[in-house]
């Protein structure tokens, strides 16, 4: 069964692969699964077939045969349960694995958003520039126990698995910011990700969505 996920018909983002389904991608590039995108617009996410799949109207969703879902913690897990290369097939391997992927969304990526919401939403408010170095604080300091943990390794707990997968993912959020090269080692540690081929595919792939419906092109191309 093809699975088919959902991705945005006009990516915020501009195919930078910043929007979720770009994990989802990558971590079927991993496994060598084919799937076929359905692309939505803003309004179709808010309507009653999308809501149906994803309850809080966003993408990406995931569905398989008779199997709909939500949130990609849930979709990489998934995947990655479904198809070997994302765990390791030792039990406690795979169990450290599966808690990377809950840290880097549970307590790396909430100050990353807050990051990218404060700079985003909110700031034309008169308390924007002083609140701003706090945010910043906040991802320093996760970023700072991430790179003590990392250290010289090459992924989280020895071979790259879907840990590594969504921690690279919820990282590349902070490309743009400067704030990663601060932290050489994390900086390695997501282009090592960034450099997997089944990321290239995903990337690729995501930004084709872009560029194919041209929105990528300049204003004097033909
Ligand atoms: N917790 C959910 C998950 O992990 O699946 C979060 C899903 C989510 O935030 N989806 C976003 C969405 O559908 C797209 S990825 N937003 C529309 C809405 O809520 O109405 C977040 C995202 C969007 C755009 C950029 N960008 O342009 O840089 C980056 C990330």
Same mark, same amino acid.
């Given at each position: ?14 195919? *930078?692969? +910043? ?8 971590? +079927?590039?991993?496994?060598? *699964? ?11 996410? =808010? ?10 109207? *966003?993408?990406?969703?995931? %569905?398989?045969? !008779? ?13 990655? %349960? ?13 169990? #450290? ?7 880097? &969304? !549970?307590?790396? %990526? ?6 990218? !919401? ?9 308390? @924007? ?11 320093? !300091?996760?970023?700072?126990? &991430? @790179?003590? #943990? ?7 707990? #020895?071979?790259? @698995? ?6 690279? @993912?919820?990282?590349?959020? +902070? ?30 792939? *995501? &930004? ?10 300049? =204003?004097?191309?033909?």
């Amino acid at each position: 069964m093809i699975p088919i996920i959902t991705a945005f018909e006009q990516s915020p983002d501009r195919g *930078q692969g +910043l929007a979720r389904d770009t994990r989802v991608r990558w971590a +079927l590039e991993e496994v060598g *699964q084919p799937y076929e995108v359905r692309l939505v617009s803003f309004r179709a996410m =808010k309507e009653s077939s999308h809501l149906g799949r994803h309850p809080f109207g *966003q993408i990406p969703t995931y %569905e398989e045969g !008779n199997l709909a879902l939500f949130e990609t913690g849930a979709i990489v897990f998934h995947i990655a %349960e479904c198809h070997a290369g994302l765990l390791p097939e030792d039990a406690n391997a795979r169990a #450290r694995a599966i808690t990377w992927i809950f840290a880097a &969304l !549970n307590t790396v %990526e909430p100050p990353i958003l807050e990051l990218a !919401n404060a700079k985003l939403l909110e700031s034309d408010r008169s308390w @924007s520039q002083e609140r701003l170095p706090l945010v910043e604080a906040r991802v320093r !300091n996760r970023l700072d126990q &991430l @790179s003590v #943990r990392l250290g010289n390794a090459e992924w989280l707990d #020895r071979a790259f @698995s879907a840990g590594d997968l969504m921690m690279v @993912s919820v990282l590349l959020r +902070l490309k743009s910011s400067g704030i990663l090269d601060e932290f050489p080692n994390l900086a390695t540690y997501v282009t090592r990700g960034e450099g997997r081929p089944a990321y290239k595919r995903a990337f690729a792939a *995501q &930004l084709a969505v872009f560029t194919d419906r041209g929105f990528g092109r300049g =204003k004097c191309d033909a």
